[in-house]
């Protein structure tokens, strides 16, 4: 199974900063049809996981601007260009190219300094 | 609106079953597989297996195999999880899942196994 290493576990961050989060995968996420299956979730404190983001970089419907994604291969980047408190919880990458099974990364929490 | 529904919290013994639901709406229920993913603390989130809501085919991770039975009833909608033989390594917050994107999920449905 692939597994998604996520960067770093814990993730400090004042309201207005920028931030990125990492999630490496033990093998390329290409697929053979060109496209690369890999998305990131965000669960809120006592809620549900929510999709953010899926296929690197497309947006979800009603996802705020300010996430964004990016990467190729194995390495994947989902940055936040000024967090609002709404945004605290734990993000997830999951990756869907080698499936079944899917497989998540073990999470980054982001939280107030 | 897109909405998945769970069952509530569940307290079971070792060694009994539970079967939990998940109510579809807003959507072509079988135009969407809907999958099952375990939460815990220490393992965070867990693929469990899909059911291909049209066919009723599934698909399980090899480490729920024997574990969980993933089964769905179109004319309501609803796809349903029942987990046995339980041990106390059961106890989590199961949630259901649209496919291909995880774009829907469930509140979640917490499991207690304890004697």
């Known amino acids: 199974d692939v597994v998604l290493t996520q960067t770093p576990p814990t993730l400090s961050a004042t309201i207005g900063q920028s931030v990125s989060i990492s999630c490496r995968s033990s093998q390329s996420l290409l697929h053979s049809n060109g496209n690369t299956y890999l998305h990131w979730l965000l669960q809120r404190p006592g809620q549900s996981p929510q999709l953010l983001i899926y296929?690197?970089?497309r947006l979800e419907s009603g996802v705020p601007n300010r996430f964004s994604g990016s990467g190729s291969g194995t390495d994947f980047t989902l940055k936040i260009s000024g967090v609002e408190a709404e945004d605290l919880g734990v993000y997830y990458c999951?990756?869907?190219?080698?499936?079944?099974?899917?497989?998540f990364g073990g999470g980054t929490k982001l939280e107030l300094k | 609106q897109v909405q998945l529904q769970q069952s509530g919290a569940e307290l079971a013994k070792p060694g009994s079953s539970v079967k939990i639901s998940c109510k579809a709406s807003g959507y072509t229920f079988t135009s969407y597989y809907i999958s099952w993913i375990k939460q815990t603390t220490g393992q965070g989130l867990e693929y469990i297996g899909y059911?291909?809501?049209?066919?009723?085919?599934?698909n399980y991770n090899e480490k729920f195999k024997g574990k969980a039975t993933l089964t769905v009833d179109k004319s309501s909608s609803t796809a349903f999880m029942q987990l046995s033989s339980l041990t106390p390594d059961d106890s989590a917050v199961y949630y259901c899942?649209?496919?291909?994107?995880?774009?829907?999920w469930g509140q979640g449905v917490m499991v207690t196994v304890s004697s």
């Open positions: 999951v990756q869907g190219t080698h499936a079944p099974p899917w497989t």
């Open positions: 059911i291909n809501t049209g066919s009723g085919g599934t």
């Open positions: 899942a649209r496919l291909q994107w995880f774009d829907y």
């Open positions: 296929s690197v970089s």
